[in-house]
């Protein structure tokens, strides 16, 4: 907070979506990992075949979030709702694992 207080520009709270990329041999290991990466949420997943053959799949969340907090050094939220927005950003930290 005290960080926030003394900032003179604008500030934005922002939890990042969980990324992993995996190199696949085969397009049928992609495929398959694909499938588990959607079955257990990762609804942002997807393959990419690159020109020389490489394919890699790609595990994406979709937990992201990204709030201003302040506007020209202004603060725009209280306290409260920035402890609120830390509770919210841990909880889809826990969901990523």
Known sequence: MTAL??????????FEPFV??????????AQL?????????????GIT???GGKITMAVRSTHCLEVPLSHKGRLLVSEEYIEFLVQVANQ???ENI
Request: proline share 0%; aromatic share 6%.
């Open 5 to 14: 207080e003394k900032a003179t520009g604008d500030v934005v709270f922002k």
């Open 20 to 29: 992993l990329h995996v190199l696949c041999r085969e397009l049928q290991d």
């Open 33 to 45: 990992l694909h499938s588990v990466a959607v079955d257990s949420g990762f609804r942002n997943s």
């Open 49 to 51: 075949v690159g020109r």
């Open 92 to 94: 889809k930290m826990e």
